[in-house]
């Protein structure tokens, strides 16, 4: 028996290995499609409203009003370091003017960039497909906070460790196609959607691990707080309990109570919302009460979150 020892170990060291590539593997197939953009009326303001609710809190550098990145320091250091992009025009550091509209529309669905690597916090499979048209053609618009910013916030890097890590939290989605948009004269269906597109839940549910990328809901401890996070200061926080329960969550909020919440910054009590929370100035009293009508809506969770 001894004989086969170590041919069977090689094997297990052998499949182990292989495990550990795929495990990490952060490139996959890239799209072929032949798409371009179409304007509406409404586009642009469409597209600039999406763009700030929904990219704005990684890209959007308040300092100088303009889409140049951030350092994310959600990432541990362990994993390596992790800078949002600059969106603006620079033919040198920006990211819409080297790509395609269909290269764009594919990364917004899928997450998966024009050279096939994979970024998990881009995709939006659940996104109407009007929606990422028109926050397409903003990006490529002459508005001010796009123009070109030949700078550069700093160089991702992210380790085995780090690439292990974003694999085990999210695999691609589907190239879902054919997404319309939700009845916005609905409070609950605008506001669920809203919800999943903004990423409420990404820092509002339970685990990382256990995020639905394709149907929100499906979240296993959706938007019942207590999602570990990280400060500025790299001071640990964890997100609140955004179910109507009365003790746990916001159940007492009234609707002008969250729109200074998510629009301000300003907590009922009058004390100061903690990053990595963003300010959604760009929210419409559409938006806010379709948001908030939604949030009423689902079953109260009583789920105790450790305070910041």
């Known amino acids: 028996m001894a004989l086969f020892r170590k041919p069977q170990k090689k094997l297990i060291v052998a499949g182990f290995l292989t495990l550990l590539i795929c495990g990490c593997n952060m490139y996959f197939k890239t799209t072929t499609d032949q798409?371009?953009?179409?304007?509406?009326?409404?586009?642009?303001?469409?597209?600039?409203?999406?763009?700030?609710?929904?990219?704005?809190?990684?890209?959007?550098?308040?300092?100088?009003n303009k889409f140049v990145g951030k350092h994310l320091n959600d990432l541990p250091k362990i994993a390596g370091t992790l800078y949002s992009a600059n969106l603006t025009h620079s033919t040198t550091h920006g990211i819409p003017p080297q790509y395609t509209d269909a290269e764009l529309f594919y990364l917004l669905k899928t997450g998966i960039s024009k050279t096939g690597k994979f970024m998990p916090y881009m995709m939006r499979p659940m996104m109407a497909d009007e929606d990422v048209n028109d926050?397409?053609?903003?990006l490529r618009s002459n508005d001010s906070s796009l123009e070109a910013a030949d700078t550069t916030v700093g160089k991702t890097h992210i380790n085995l460790i780090g690439k292990i890590g974003l694999r085990h939290l999210a695999s691609p989605q589907p190239y879902n196609k054919g997404v319309p948009r939700p009845d916005e004269n609905s409070p609950v269906a605008y506001g669920r959607y809203l919800v999943a597109v903004i990423g409420c839940y990404h820092c509002h549910s339970q685990k990382a691990r256990t995020l639905n990328y394709l149907d929100a809901e499906k979240t296993k401890g959706f938007l019942v707080g207590g999602m570990k996070l990280k400060g500025p200061s790299g001071k640990k926080l964890y997100g609140p309990n955004l179910t109507p329960d009365k003790q746990t969550g916001i159940g007492n909020f009234s609707e002008e109570d969250f729109r200074?919440?998510?629009?301000?910054?300003?907590?009922?009590?009058?004390?100061?919302?903690?990053p990595p929370m963003p300010k959604f100035t760009h929210l419409t009293e559409n938006q806010v009460h379709a948001l908030y009508s939604y949030l009423q809506s689902l079953p109260p969770v009583h789920h105790e979150v450790k305070r910041q």
């Not at 926050?135 to 903003?138: A, E, S, T």
Request: charged share 25%; hydrophobic share 30%.
């Open 260 to 274: 200074k919440a998510v629009t301000e910054g300003i907590r009922p009590t009058g004390k100061k919302l903690s």
């Open 135 to 138: 926050i397409i053609l903003y």
């Open 35 to 64: 798409f371009t953009v179409t304007q509406k009326t409404d586009s642009f303001e469409r597209g600039k409203n999406l763009v700030f609710n929904i990219c704005g809190g990684c890209h959007y550098d308040r300092t100088i």
